[in-house]
């Protein structure tokens, strides 16, 4: 947000570079919009402050007013890993590096 108050960037760039633009990176298809088949990720943030107010994850709030109201997290892991993590017990996630935009040469930092 010090970006955008800087005029260095507008809003809407801050939102893609912050959202949907590292979820192609990673292949997340149901993450960085709010359209059909979306994880219901939301952040809202108080500009006057820069600070982020509220957190929503996967359709529950983990945090309101900077305090967390939820627990666990979900790791990122590919095929090779997943059952390393599964042993231990935690909640994954398999992304594709074959579907992650940053493997393809694709340059979707500074794509829209």
């Known amino acids: 947000m010090a970006l955008v108050k800087l005029q260095a960037m507008t ?26 088949g979306a994880d ?8 006057s402050g820069d600070q982020a ?9 983990i945090m309101l007013g900077g305090l967390v109201t939820g627990r666990g997290t979900t790791i990122l892991t ?3 890993g997943w059952r390393e993590v599964q042993e231990r017990g935690l909640r994954y996630q398999i992304v594709s590096l074959e ?13 829209q």
């Open 99 to 111: 579907e992650a935009g940053f493997y393809r040469g694709k340059a979707f930092l500074w794509d």
């Open 11 to 36: 809003l809407e760039e801050f939102v893609l570079k912050a959202s949907s633009q590292p979820a192609r990176w990673l292949g997340l298809t149901g993450k960085g919009h709010l359209g059909e």
């Open 40 to 47: 219901a990720d939301i952040a809202v943030v108080d500009s």
């Open 78 to 80: 590919t095929n090779r």
């Open 53 to 61: 107010y509220l957190t929503v994850v996967g359709g529950k709030v």
